[in-house]
């Protein structure tokens, strides 16, 4: 019932967002997007050889940008972020996550337009060839007949799992094989298409742990492990060590922020769905918690847009109303 009380306040919050942005002026702010799988057409997501995951495919992609140049918004590279924005501006950065090879299809879109990205990377699967274990999950779940809701399950519980962790479950329950990608839609790129790639002028590379680690989940030392190890790898890969990270699932904590100053990790990034407004990014504890907002290849492109553009959220404003009256009483 919350559920779908929820899905029908959002779908209402979806209505009322031209209105808002038509009668009010839209707040000057760093709009920052995540992406991850980027598929050829619909026909590839349903092979189901990898997690659907977001469902967004090139076509979208490319819309996506369309909709923010037409409106006069500026697409910033994470350097131009470090260094300091125009607070009188709107912006939006370009953000993918994992580094899965059918990321390379955002290029010929980012040449197109002339608008850079970030590609945070997960270190390890890329070295050796390793395919997500979101894909196992969902691939090998979908042979052996089960539905959405009990994958969605499953991939809950590995979420509160270390990476090891993970790694053995999936090979007691689906074999030694599972592991090893079985197409280009769920493959990471390999170390020679990263080096390749990460040499173009508006691809940039960020840290993504070495195993997609959702870094509360371990002790300090494994957090330590887990940045710093996926920055010699990447430095070892593109030649340079990430400035960036974006926190797997979104989820640090104090010993995830002592690391990443450690390692000269200026900019990271979360899943807090937010605007980033411009005078907060002036203070340097901001820039390691940037919000992030995500797109949907299920729902309507301009509506979500729309939505994230617009400053007022009737969602939003009841989970703040409730939680200031659980806070009271």
């Known amino acids: 019932m919350k559920t779908i009380l929820r899905n029908a306040i959002r779908q209402l919050d979806f209505i009322m967002a031209p209105l808002v942005l038509a009668t009010t002026n839209e707040q000057n702010a760093l709009n920052t997007y995540l992406f991850h799988a980027l598929f050829k057409d619909e026909g590839e997501i349903k092979k189901g050889l990898a997690d659907p995951q977001q469902q967004v495919t090139v076509k979208m992609f490319r819309d996506f940008i369309l909709y923010h140049k037409n409106l006069d918004y500026i697409f910033v590279s994470p350097k131009d972020v470090i260094q300091g924005l125009d607070p009188d501006q709107k912006y939006v950065m370009i953000t993918f996550d994992d580094g899965y090879y059918n990321n390379l299809r955002a290029l010929p879109v980012l040449e197109e337009f002339n608008v850079p990205a970030l590609f945070f990377v997960t270190a390890n699967p890329v070295k050796n060839n390793k395919a997500f274990w979101w894909d196992v999950a969902y691939r090998e779940g979908k042979k052996a007949g089960m539905t959405d809701a009990d994958i969605l399950e499953e991939k809950n519980y590995l979420l509160s799992l270390t990476d090891d962790a993970i790694d053995v479950y999936l090979l007691q329950k689906y074999g030694p094989d599972c592991l090893t990608p079985v197409s280009d839609t769920d493959r990471p790129m390999t170390p020679e298409e990263l080096a390749t790639f990460a040499k173009h002028p508006l ?17 300090a030392d494994e957090i330590d492990l887990q940045i710093s190890k996926a920055q010699d790898i990447i430095e070892n890969i593109v030649g340079y060590r990430p400035e960036t990270i974006a926190y797997p699932c979104g989820e640090f904590n104090n010993d995830v922020l002592e690391v990443c100053r450690k390692e000269n990790i200026i900019l990271g990034i979360t899943t807090e769905h937010a605007k980033n407004l411009n005078s907060e990014l002036y203070q340097p504890a901001s820039l390691l918690a940037l919000n992030r907002f995500t797109i949907w290849g299920h729902e309507d492109l301009v509506s979500q847009c729309d939505y994230y553009r617009s400053d007022f959220h009737m969602l939003e404003t009841m989970k703040g109303v409730l939680k200031r009256f659980k806070e009271a009483g």
Do not use: E, M, S, W
Request: aromatic share 6%; hydrophobic share 30%; net charge negative.
């Open 203 to 219: 691809v940039h590379i960020g840290n993504h742990t070495c195993d997609h680690a959702v870094l509360t989940n371990y002790d």
